[in-house]
Protein backbone atom coordinates (compact mmCIF):
# COMPACT_ATOMS: atom_id res chain seq x y z
CA UNK A 1 0.00 0.00 0.00
CA UNK A 2 0.47 3.39 -0.29
CA UNK A 3 0.53 6.13 2.53
CA UNK A 4 -1.22 9.48 1.07
CA UNK A 5 -1.61 12.26 3.42
CA UNK A 6 -3.45 15.45 2.93
CA UNK A 7 -5.53 12.97 1.02
CA UNK A 8 -8.86 15.13 1.52
CA UNK A 9 -7.82 18.46 0.71
CA UNK A 10 -7.95 19.32 -3.08
CA UNK A 11 -4.86 18.04 -4.56
CA UNK A 12 -4.50 15.07 -2.41
CA UNK A 13 -8.24 14.51 -3.16
CA UNK A 14 -7.98 14.24 -6.65
CA UNK A 15 -4.68 12.31 -6.57
CA UNK A 16 -6.59 9.52 -4.83
CA UNK A 17 -9.27 9.39 -6.95
CA UNK A 18 -7.02 9.41 -9.68
CA UNK A 19 -4.89 6.50 -8.41
CA UNK A 20 -7.87 4.47 -7.32
CA UNK A 21 -9.47 4.82 -10.84
CA UNK A 22 -7.25 2.40 -11.52
CA UNK A 23 -8.53 -1.26 -11.08
CA UNK A 24 -4.90 -2.32 -10.59
CA UNK A 25 -3.65 0.26 -8.41
CA UNK A 26 -2.37 -0.29 -5.02
CA UNK A 27 -4.54 0.70 -2.61
CA UNK A 28 -4.24 3.83 -0.16
CA UNK A 29 -4.06 4.78 3.29
CA UNK A 30 -5.22 8.41 3.20
CA UNK A 31 -4.07 10.45 6.79
CA UNK A 32 -5.57 13.50 7.25
CA UNK A 33 -5.97 16.09 9.91
CA UNK A 34 -9.60 17.02 8.12
CA UNK A 35 -8.49 20.61 9.22
CA UNK A 36 -11.22 23.61 7.51
CA UNK A 37 -9.98 22.33 4.29
CA UNK A 38 -10.27 18.79 4.17
CA UNK A 39 -13.26 17.29 3.13
CA UNK A 40 -14.37 13.57 3.03
CA UNK A 41 -17.19 14.35 0.67
CA UNK A 42 -14.82 14.47 -1.88
CA UNK A 43 -14.57 10.76 -0.98
CA UNK A 44 -18.03 9.51 -1.29
CA UNK A 45 -17.19 7.04 -4.29
CA UNK A 46 -14.67 5.33 -2.28
CA UNK A 47 -17.07 4.73 0.21
CA UNK A 48 -17.82 0.99 -0.63
CA UNK A 49 -13.86 0.74 -1.86
CA UNK A 50 -11.53 -1.51 0.43
CA UNK A 51 -8.40 -0.32 -1.15
CA UNK A 52 -9.30 3.23 0.10
CA UNK A 53 -8.56 3.78 4.05
CA UNK A 54 -9.17 6.86 5.68
CA UNK A 55 -7.49 7.49 8.96
CA UNK A 56 -7.96 11.14 10.79
CA UNK A 57 -4.25 12.07 11.97
CA UNK A 58 -1.91 14.56 12.16
CA UNK A 59 1.38 14.08 10.43
CA UNK A 60 3.24 15.42 13.04
CA UNK A 61 2.14 12.79 15.55
CA UNK A 62 5.17 10.56 15.13
CA UNK A 63 3.57 7.63 16.73
CA UNK A 64 0.31 7.15 14.76
CA UNK A 65 2.34 8.02 11.90
CA UNK A 66 4.96 4.97 12.68
CA UNK A 67 2.71 2.44 13.25
CA UNK A 68 0.54 3.09 10.16
CA UNK A 69 3.97 2.27 8.01
CA UNK A 70 4.33 -0.49 10.23
CA UNK A 71 0.93 -1.81 10.15
CA UNK A 72 0.06 -1.44 6.57
CA UNK A 73 3.36 -2.53 5.27
CA UNK A 74 3.95 0.87 3.25
CA UNK A 75 5.85 1.09 -0.01
CA UNK A 76 5.65 4.90 -0.49
CA UNK A 77 4.69 7.45 1.36
CA UNK A 78 3.10 11.01 -0.49
CA UNK A 79 3.24 14.17 1.44
CA UNK A 80 0.37 16.30 0.33
CA UNK A 81 -0.58 17.74 4.02
CA UNK A 82 -0.14 21.41 4.51
CA UNK A 83 -1.83 24.33 5.50
CA UNK A 84 -2.22 25.76 1.59
CA UNK A 85 -3.30 29.65 1.83
CA UNK A 86 -1.25 32.41 1.31
CA UNK A 87 -3.58 35.27 2.55
CA UNK A 88 -4.36 32.56 5.37
CA UNK A 89 -0.49 32.30 6.18
CA UNK A 90 -0.49 36.24 6.55
CA UNK A 91 -3.29 36.38 8.89
CA UNK A 92 -2.02 33.74 10.87
CA UNK A 93 1.87 32.09 10.55
CA UNK A 94 1.65 29.51 13.18
CA UNK A 95 -0.29 26.61 11.85
CA UNK A 96 1.76 27.05 8.74
CA UNK A 97 5.06 26.77 10.77
CA UNK A 98 3.19 23.77 13.26
CA UNK A 99 2.24 21.51 10.00
CA UNK A 100 4.58 22.63 7.25
CA UNK A 101 7.19 22.92 9.72
CA UNK A 102 7.19 20.77 12.60
CA UNK A 103 5.20 18.51 11.09
CA UNK A 104 6.93 17.53 7.71
CA UNK A 105 9.61 17.02 10.68
CA UNK A 106 8.01 14.48 12.44
CA UNK A 107 6.27 12.79 9.38
CA UNK A 108 10.12 12.31 8.11
CA UNK A 109 11.58 10.68 11.48
CA UNK A 110 8.73 8.44 11.57
CA UNK A 111 9.04 7.37 8.36
CA UNK A 112 13.33 7.48 8.90
CA UNK A 113 12.59 5.08 12.06
CA UNK A 114 10.41 2.70 9.83
CA UNK A 115 12.23 2.51 6.50
CA UNK A 116 16.14 2.15 8.51
CA UNK A 117 14.86 -0.99 9.64
CA UNK A 118 12.78 -2.30 6.49
CA UNK A 119 14.70 -5.84 4.68
CA UNK A 120 17.34 -4.93 1.95
CA UNK A 121 14.89 -4.97 -1.46
CA UNK A 122 11.79 -3.21 0.35
CA UNK A 123 14.52 -0.41 1.27
CA UNK A 124 15.50 0.43 -2.20
CA UNK A 125 12.61 0.63 -3.86
CA UNK A 126 10.56 2.62 -0.79
CA UNK A 127 10.00 6.44 -1.87
CA UNK A 128 9.32 9.33 -0.79
CA UNK A 129 7.54 11.98 -2.43
CA UNK A 130 7.52 15.42 -0.70
CA UNK A 131 4.87 17.75 -2.81
CA UNK A 132 6.13 21.47 -2.51
CA UNK A 133 5.14 24.47 -4.66
CA UNK A 134 6.71 27.08 -7.34
CA UNK A 135 6.24 29.63 -4.33
CA UNK A 136 9.20 28.81 -2.73
CA UNK A 137 11.17 30.50 -5.89
CA UNK A 138 10.11 34.02 -5.05
CA UNK A 139 9.05 36.46 -7.69
CA UNK A 140 9.67 36.97 -11.43
CA UNK A 141 10.08 40.14 -13.16
CA UNK A 142 8.12 39.69 -16.28
CA UNK A 143 10.87 39.54 -18.46
CA UNK A 144 12.89 36.42 -16.22
CA UNK A 145 12.82 33.12 -17.63
CA UNK A 146 10.89 30.64 -15.79
CA UNK A 147 11.85 28.94 -12.57
CA UNK A 148 13.77 25.84 -13.19
CA UNK A 149 15.21 23.53 -10.73
CA UNK A 150 18.41 25.33 -10.25
CA UNK A 151 16.63 28.50 -8.85
CA UNK A 152 17.60 30.13 -5.43
CA UNK A 153 14.94 29.79 -2.93
CA UNK A 154 13.73 33.19 -2.30
CA UNK A 155 10.54 32.84 -0.43
CA UNK A 156 8.53 35.92 0.21
CA UNK A 157 5.18 34.47 2.58
CA UNK A 158 4.91 32.80 5.96
CA UNK A 159 3.59 30.24 3.87
CA UNK A 160 6.30 29.85 0.91
CA UNK A 161 8.70 30.01 3.72
CA UNK A 162 7.28 27.58 5.43
CA UNK A 163 7.21 25.42 2.69
CA UNK A 164 10.77 26.24 1.54
CA UNK A 165 12.07 24.95 5.12
CA UNK A 166 9.69 21.88 4.88
CA UNK A 167 11.50 21.34 1.01
CA UNK A 168 14.97 22.03 3.00
CA UNK A 169 13.98 19.34 6.06
CA UNK A 170 13.38 16.49 3.19
CA UNK A 171 16.95 17.41 1.39
CA UNK A 172 18.55 17.06 4.63
CA UNK A 173 16.89 13.73 5.37
CA UNK A 174 17.89 12.28 2.11
CA UNK A 175 21.93 13.78 2.17
CA UNK A 176 22.63 12.69 5.90
CA UNK A 177 20.64 9.73 6.59
CA UNK A 178 19.90 8.36 2.51
CA UNK A 179 15.81 8.30 3.23
CA UNK A 180 14.92 8.01 -0.49
CA UNK A 181 13.47 11.13 -1.86
CA UNK A 182 12.04 13.32 -4.42
CA UNK A 183 10.61 16.69 -4.51
CA UNK A 184 8.37 18.23 -6.91
CA UNK A 185 7.74 22.23 -6.87
CA UNK A 186 4.54 22.81 -8.97
CA UNK A 187 2.63 25.65 -9.79
CA UNK A 188 -1.25 26.62 -9.38
CA UNK A 189 -3.57 23.87 -9.64
CA UNK A 190 -6.93 24.62 -10.45
CA UNK A 191 -9.84 22.22 -11.75
CA UNK A 192 -12.71 19.93 -9.03
CA UNK A 193 -12.97 20.06 -5.79
CA UNK A 194 -10.91 23.00 -5.08
CA UNK A 195 -11.67 24.84 -2.13
CA UNK A 196 -13.61 28.19 -2.35
CA UNK A 197 -11.29 30.48 -1.08
CA UNK A 198 -8.95 30.10 -3.91
CA UNK A 199 -9.41 32.38 -6.62
CA UNK A 200 -11.05 30.09 -9.48
CA UNK A 201 -13.62 28.10 -7.35
CA UNK A 202 -14.40 31.61 -5.81
CA UNK A 203 -14.80 33.56 -8.67
CA UNK A 204 -17.37 30.74 -10.09
CA UNK A 205 -19.11 30.85 -6.60
CA UNK A 206 -19.33 34.17 -6.21
CA UNK A 207 -20.03 35.00 -10.13
CA UNK A 208 -23.19 32.54 -9.23
CA UNK A 209 -24.12 34.25 -6.14
CA UNK A 210 -24.49 37.59 -7.51
CA UNK A 211 -21.41 39.09 -5.42
CA UNK A 212 -18.14 40.77 -6.19
CA UNK A 213 -15.72 39.41 -7.92
CA UNK A 214 -12.57 40.66 -6.18
CA UNK A 215 -9.36 40.94 -8.04
CA UNK A 216 -6.50 41.99 -5.71
CA UNK A 217 -4.14 45.11 -6.43
CA UNK A 218 -4.56 45.46 -10.23
CA UNK A 219 -4.94 41.90 -11.48
CA UNK A 220 -2.12 41.93 -13.15
CA UNK A 221 -0.12 39.19 -11.11
CA UNK A 222 0.59 35.91 -13.29
CA UNK A 223 0.22 32.41 -12.60
CA UNK A 224 1.14 29.43 -14.02
CA UNK A 225 -2.35 27.22 -14.06
CA UNK A 226 -2.20 23.75 -14.10
CA UNK A 227 -4.59 21.29 -14.25
CA UNK A 228 -5.03 19.18 -10.80
CA UNK A 229 -5.56 15.93 -12.87
CA UNK A 230 -2.03 16.63 -15.28
CA UNK A 231 -0.40 17.42 -11.22
CA UNK A 232 -1.58 14.18 -10.85
CA UNK A 233 -0.37 12.03 -13.40
CA UNK A 234 3.00 13.65 -12.95
CA UNK A 235 3.26 12.72 -9.32
CA UNK A 236 2.25 9.09 -10.44
CA UNK A 237 4.91 9.29 -13.22
CA UNK A 238 7.93 10.74 -10.76
CA UNK A 239 6.60 8.36 -8.30
CA UNK A 240 7.27 5.37 -10.30
CA UNK A 241 10.83 6.46 -12.34
CA UNK A 242 12.35 10.18 -10.71
CA UNK A 243 15.61 9.93 -9.87
CA UNK A 244 16.22 10.11 -5.88
CA UNK A 245 17.40 13.20 -3.94
CA UNK A 246 16.33 15.15 -7.40
CA UNK A 247 13.50 17.66 -7.70
CA UNK A 248 10.91 18.36 -10.52
CA UNK A 249 9.14 21.16 -11.15
CA UNK A 250 5.47 20.82 -12.59
CA UNK A 251 3.99 23.42 -14.43
CA UNK A 252 1.15 23.77 -16.58
CA UNK A 253 2.81 25.93 -19.59
CA UNK A 254 -0.05 28.46 -18.93
CA UNK A 255 0.92 31.93 -18.02
CA UNK A 256 -1.78 34.13 -17.25
CA UNK A 257 -2.93 37.21 -15.50
CA UNK A 258 -5.36 37.34 -12.76
CA UNK A 259 -7.93 38.96 -14.75
CA UNK A 260 -7.81 37.30 -17.93
CA UNK A 261 -8.57 34.00 -15.68
CA UNK A 262 -11.16 35.49 -13.85
CA UNK A 263 -12.59 37.38 -17.41
CA UNK A 264 -12.60 33.94 -18.94
CA UNK A 265 -14.08 32.15 -16.20
CA UNK A 266 -17.57 35.36 -16.49
CA UNK A 267 -17.04 34.72 -20.45
CA UNK A 268 -18.22 30.44 -20.12
CA UNK A 269 -20.80 31.27 -17.26
CA UNK A 270 -22.00 33.99 -19.86
CA UNK A 271 -22.79 31.22 -22.27
CA UNK A 272 -23.53 28.71 -19.84
CA UNK A 273 -25.78 30.24 -17.54
CA UNK A 274 -26.59 33.39 -18.58
CA UNK A 275 -27.58 36.17 -16.44
CA UNK A 276 -31.05 37.75 -17.31
CA UNK A 277 -28.93 41.59 -17.75
CA UNK A 278 -25.47 41.83 -18.37
CA UNK A 279 -22.21 39.55 -17.95
CA UNK A 280 -20.95 38.12 -15.13
CA UNK A 281 -17.94 40.59 -15.15
CA UNK A 282 -19.88 43.67 -14.62
CA UNK A 283 -19.07 42.04 -10.87
CA UNK A 284 -15.46 42.37 -11.07
CA UNK A 285 -14.40 44.64 -8.01
CA UNK A 286 -10.79 45.67 -7.13
CA UNK A 287 -10.06 45.05 -3.61
CA UNK A 288 -6.91 46.13 -1.18
CA UNK A 289 -3.85 44.05 -2.81
CA UNK A 290 -2.51 41.23 -0.68
CA UNK A 291 0.48 42.52 1.63
CA UNK A 292 3.89 41.07 -0.11
CA UNK A 293 2.13 40.01 -3.02
CA UNK A 294 4.19 38.34 -5.68
CA UNK A 295 4.16 39.38 -9.05
CA UNK A 296 5.06 36.65 -11.13
CA UNK A 297 5.35 32.75 -11.17
CA UNK A 298 5.63 30.55 -14.28
CA UNK A 299 7.60 26.75 -14.45
CA UNK A 300 9.60 25.51 -16.88
CA UNK A 301 9.10 22.06 -16.78
CA UNK A 302 11.59 20.66 -19.08
CA UNK A 303 13.23 18.54 -16.89
CA UNK A 304 10.11 16.33 -16.34
CA UNK A 305 9.68 15.80 -20.00
CA UNK A 306 12.98 15.53 -20.96
CA UNK A 307 13.75 12.54 -18.16
CA UNK A 308 10.17 11.33 -17.73
CA UNK A 309 8.28 12.28 -20.56
CA UNK A 310 5.77 14.09 -19.33
CA UNK A 311 3.42 16.78 -20.46
CA UNK A 312 0.22 18.25 -19.55
CA UNK A 313 -2.56 16.99 -21.42
CA UNK A 314 -4.73 20.72 -20.52
CA UNK A 315 -4.61 23.86 -22.00
CA UNK A 316 -5.89 26.47 -19.91
CA UNK A 317 -8.52 26.77 -22.00
CA UNK A 318 -9.98 23.32 -21.92
CA UNK A 319 -9.18 23.15 -18.40
CA UNK A 320 -11.20 25.88 -17.44
CA UNK A 321 -13.92 25.06 -19.49
CA UNK A 322 -14.05 22.00 -17.69
CA UNK A 323 -13.61 23.26 -14.48
CA UNK A 324 -16.60 25.77 -14.59
CA UNK A 325 -19.03 22.92 -15.94
CA UNK A 326 -17.96 21.07 -12.81
CA UNK A 327 -19.34 23.28 -10.13
CA UNK A 328 -22.15 24.09 -12.57
CA UNK A 329 -22.94 19.99 -11.81
CA UNK A 330 -21.66 19.50 -8.68
CA UNK A 331 -23.91 21.86 -6.32
CA UNK A 332 -24.50 18.98 -3.43
CA UNK A 333 -20.39 19.13 -2.78
CA UNK A 334 -20.59 23.44 -3.19
CA UNK A 335 -22.94 23.33 -0.88
CA UNK A 336 -21.47 21.25 1.57
CA UNK A 337 -18.23 23.30 1.38
CA UNK A 338 -20.19 26.22 2.29
CA UNK A 339 -20.26 26.44 5.63
CA UNK A 340 -18.69 26.79 9.01
CA UNK A 341 -15.00 27.58 9.07
CA UNK A 342 -15.21 28.24 5.53
CA UNK A 343 -18.41 31.23 5.87
CA UNK A 344 -16.30 32.52 8.91
CA UNK A 345 -12.95 32.91 6.92
CA UNK A 346 -14.99 35.10 3.66
CA UNK A 347 -16.47 37.19 6.42
CA UNK A 348 -13.00 38.18 7.82
CA UNK A 349 -11.03 38.65 4.73
CA UNK A 350 -13.71 40.68 2.49
CA UNK A 351 -15.62 42.58 5.20
P1 LIG B 1 -5.50 21.90 0.74
O1 LIG B 1 -5.37 23.00 1.73
O2 LIG B 1 -6.67 21.85 -0.15
O3 LIG B 1 -5.43 20.49 1.49
C1 LIG B 1 -4.54 20.21 2.52
C2 LIG B 1 -5.01 18.95 3.24
O4 LIG B 1 -4.04 18.64 4.26
C3 LIG B 1 -6.36 19.10 3.92
O5 LIG B 1 -7.17 17.98 3.66
C4 LIG B 1 -6.01 19.19 5.41
O6 LIG B 1 -7.03 18.67 6.25
C5 LIG B 1 -4.74 18.35 5.46
N1 LIG B 1 -3.86 18.71 6.59
C6 LIG B 1 -3.51 19.97 7.00
N2 LIG B 1 -2.70 19.87 8.07
C7 LIG B 1 -2.51 18.56 8.31
C8 LIG B 1 -1.75 17.83 9.28
N3 LIG B 1 -1.03 18.46 10.20
N4 LIG B 1 -1.78 16.49 9.24
C9 LIG B 1 -2.53 15.84 8.31
N5 LIG B 1 -3.27 16.47 7.40
C10 LIG B 1 -3.26 17.82 7.39
O7 LIG B 1 -4.14 21.94 -0.09
P2 LIG B 1 -3.89 21.57 -1.62
O8 LIG B 1 -4.18 22.75 -2.46
O9 LIG B 1 -4.55 20.28 -1.91
O10 LIG B 1 -2.31 21.39 -1.60
C11 LIG B 1 -1.72 20.11 -1.36
C12 LIG B 1 -0.22 20.26 -1.35
O11 LIG B 1 0.23 20.80 -2.60
C13 LIG B 1 0.30 21.22 -0.28
O12 LIG B 1 1.49 20.71 0.23
C14 LIG B 1 0.57 22.52 -1.04
O13 LIG B 1 1.58 23.26 -0.44
C15 LIG B 1 0.99 21.97 -2.38
N6 LIG B 1 0.72 22.85 -3.54
C16 LIG B 1 -0.55 23.30 -3.79
C17 LIG B 1 -0.78 24.07 -4.94
C18 LIG B 1 -2.16 24.56 -5.28
O14 LIG B 1 -2.29 25.30 -6.28
N7 LIG B 1 -3.20 24.21 -4.57
C19 LIG B 1 0.27 24.39 -5.79
C20 LIG B 1 1.56 23.94 -5.47
C21 LIG B 1 1.76 23.15 -4.35
O1 LIG C 1 1.83 28.81 -6.91
C1 LIG C 1 1.39 27.70 -6.19
C2 LIG C 1 0.49 28.14 -5.06
O2 LIG C 1 -0.78 28.47 -5.64
C3 LIG C 1 0.31 27.07 -3.99
O3 LIG C 1 1.56 26.80 -3.40
C4 LIG C 1 -0.70 27.52 -2.93
O4 LIG C 1 -0.92 26.47 -2.02
C5 LIG C 1 -1.99 27.85 -3.64
O5 LIG C 1 -2.94 28.33 -2.71
C6 LIG C 1 -1.77 28.89 -4.73
O6 LIG C 1 -1.36 30.17 -4.14
P1 LIG C 1 -1.86 31.56 -4.73
O7 LIG C 1 -1.74 32.59 -3.71
O8 LIG C 1 -1.22 31.82 -6.05
O9 LIG C 1 -3.41 31.16 -5.03
P2 LIG C 1 -4.78 31.99 -4.80
O10 LIG C 1 -5.85 31.23 -5.48
O11 LIG C 1 -4.96 32.35 -3.37
O12 LIG C 1 -4.50 33.30 -5.63
C7 LIG C 1 -4.22 33.26 -7.01
C8 LIG C 1 -3.96 34.68 -7.48
O13 LIG C 1 -5.20 35.41 -7.41
C9 LIG C 1 -2.99 35.44 -6.59
O14 LIG C 1 -2.22 36.31 -7.40
C10 LIG C 1 -3.88 36.24 -5.66
C11 LIG C 1 -5.09 36.53 -6.53
N1 LIG C 1 -6.39 36.65 -5.82
C12 LIG C 1 -6.74 35.65 -4.95
C13 LIG C 1 -7.93 35.72 -4.26
C14 LIG C 1 -8.32 34.62 -3.29
C15 LIG C 1 -7.23 37.73 -6.06
O15 LIG C 1 -6.91 38.60 -6.88
N2 LIG C 1 -8.43 37.78 -5.38
C16 LIG C 1 -8.80 36.83 -4.47
O16 LIG C 1 -9.89 36.96 -3.87
Redesign the pocket.
Same mark, same amino acid.
Given at each position: MILV =?????? !??? &?FVLYWLANPLAEGIVN? *? @?? =??? +? &?LQTLQSLEKDDRHIFVQ +? *? !??DYGLVLSLLKKHQIRAVI $???? #???VDRSIHGPG *?FI? =? &?VV?TFNLLEAVRTYWVDLPQTQKQEFRFLH?? =? *? #?VYGTLSPTDPAFSEINRYEPNSP %?SAS @?AASDHLVRAWHHTYGLPVITT $??? &?? %?GPY??PE @?LIPLVILNALAGKPLPIYGDGQQIRDW?YVKD?CSAIRRVLEAGRLGETYNIGGCNEKPNIEVVQRICGILDTLRPKVSGSYADQITYVTDRPGHDRRYAIDATKLERELGWKPAETFETGIQKTVQWYLENQEWVQGVQTGAYRDWLDQQYQ
Open positions: =TGGAGF !IGG &NL *D @KL =TYA +G &N +G *D !IG $NFAA #ESH *DQ =T &NGVS =T *D #E %Y @K $NCS &NN %YHF @KLH
